[in-house]
C-alpha cells in the first residue's frame, strides 16, 4: 500500500470554501467528472450535515495495464463520495473510494477543512490518500501509477477550486492552462507571420538593388 498526505489552503472563507464544494463540478480542470448524483442526505440531531454521492470519472488506465482489463473497467470508474459538514465547528470531511475494479487498484481519500489557524479568512485542507492493488505480479507498479495520478489530481483539484470559487465571487477566473497554451500559440503564430512578412519584404528589396 502506498500512503499519501497533503495539506494547502484556498484564499476564501471556510463558509465560502463550502458553497463552492458543491459547485465545482464542470470546471476547466475536472473534465474528467461524467457525473455526479446524490444517494442519501440528510441532517443530523446535532445540525450535521451527512451526505453521500455517486461520482463517475473517466479513468484512464496505463497503457500496459490496458490489456490486463476489460474495455468498459480502463475506461470509467464509479466513485463513493461520503461528507460530514459540521456548521458549529466549521469543518467539512469528505471520506473517496473507487468502487468499480477496486481489485485492481483500490484509492481511498480523507479530506478535512477547516477554519486556516494563522488567517481565519482562508481555508485549510488536510488530505490523506491510501492507494493499494490486489493484481497479482503488478501490484507494485499500479500503485506507484496510483500515487504519481493522485498527486497530480491534486493540482487540479486545488485549481478547479480557486476557479469556481473565483466565479462566486464575481472575478475574472485565472486562464486555465489550455486557454493559456491557445493565447501564447496564437502570439507565437502571429510573431512567426509578422518574421515572415519582414524576411519576404526584405528578399523583394533585395532582388530591386
Same mark, same amino acid.
Given at each position: 500500500?502506498?500512503?499519501?498526505?497533503?495539506?494547502?489552503?484556498?484564499?476564501?472563507?471556510?463558509?465560502?470554501?463550502?458553497?463552492?464544494?458543491?459547485?465545482?463540478?464542470?470546471?476547466?480542470?475536472?473534465?474528467?467528472?461524467?457525473?455526479?448524483?446524490?444517494?442519501?442526505?440528510?441532517?443530523?440531531?446535532?445540525?450535521?450535515?451527512?451526505?453521500?454521492?455517486?461520482?463517475?470519472?473517466?479513468?484512464?488506465?496505463?497503457?500496459?495495464?490496458?490489456?490486463?482489463?476489460?474495455?468498459?473497467?480502463?475506461?470509467?470508474?464509479?466513485?463513493?463520495?461520503?461528507?460530514?459538514?459540521?456548521?458549529?465547528?466549521?469543518?467539512?470531511?469528505?471520506?473517496?473510494?473507487?468502487?468499480?475494479?477496486?481489485?485492481?487498484?483500490?484509492?481511498?481519500?480523507?479530506?478535512?477543512?477547516?477554519?486556516?489557524?494563522?488567517?481565519?479568512?482562508?481555508?485549510?485542507?488536510?488530505?490523506?490518500?491510501?492507494?493499494? &492493488?490486489?493484481?497479482?505480479?503488478?501490484?507494485?507498479?499500479?500503485?506507484?501509477?496510483?500515487?504519481?495520478?493522485?498527486? &497530480?489530481?491534486?493540482?487540479?483539484?486545488?485549481?478547479?477550486?480557486?476557479?469556481?470559487?473565483?466565479?462566486?465571487?464575481?472575478?475574472?477566473?485565472?486562464?486555465?492552462?489550455?486557454?493559456?497554451?491557445?493565447?501564447?500559440?496564437?502570439?507565437?503564430?502571429?510573431?512567426?507571420?509578422?518574421?515572415?512578412?519582414?524576411?519576404?519584404?526584405?528578399?523583394?528589396?533585395?532582388?530591386?538593388?
Amino acid at each position: 500500500m502506498k500512503y499519501f498526505s497533503c495539506a494547502g489552503s484556498l484564499k476564501s472563507s471556510w463558509d465560502q470554501v463550502f458553497l463552492a464544494f458543491w459547485q465545482r463540478y464542470p470546471n476547466p480542470y475536472s473534465n474528467h467528472v461524467l457525473t455526479e448524483d446524490i444517494i442519501f442526505r440528510e441532517v443530523t440531531p446535532d445540525n450535521r450535515l451527512i451526505s453521500r454521492r455517486l461520482l463517475t470519472k473517466t479513468s484512464r488506465a496505463p497503457r500496459w495495464a490496458e490489456k490486463f482489463l476489460p474495455a468498459h473497467m480502463a475506461q470509467k470508474a464509479y466513485i463513493i463520495e461520503d461528507s460530514v459538514v459540521d456548521p458549529e465547528g466549521r469543518t467539512m470531511t469528505t471520506l473517496t473510494w473507487n468502487i468499480s475494479h477496486a481489485r485492481v487498484m483500490s484509492v481511498e481519500e480523507r479530506c478535512v477543512y477547516r477554519v486556516n489557524p494563522d488567517n481565519i479568512s482562508w481555508t485549510e485542507i488536510k488530505r490523506e490518500a491510501w492507494i493499494s &492493488s490486489k493484481l497479482y505480479g503488478l501490484s507494485r507498479a499500479i500503485q506507484e501509477f496510483g500515487l504519481a495520478r493522485f498527486k &497530480s489530481s491534486v493540482t487540479k483539484t486545488m485549481k478547479g477550486f480557486e476557479y469556481v470559487l473565483a466565479k462566486m465571487q464575481g472575478e475574472m477566473p485565472t486562464r486555465t492552462l489550455a486557454e493559456t497554451a491557445t493565447v501564447k500559440a496564437r502570439e507565437t503564430a502571429l510573431a512567426a507571420k509578422e518574421k515572415a512578412k519582414d524576411l519576404a519584404s526584405q528578399a523583394q528589396k533585395k532582388q530591386y538593388v
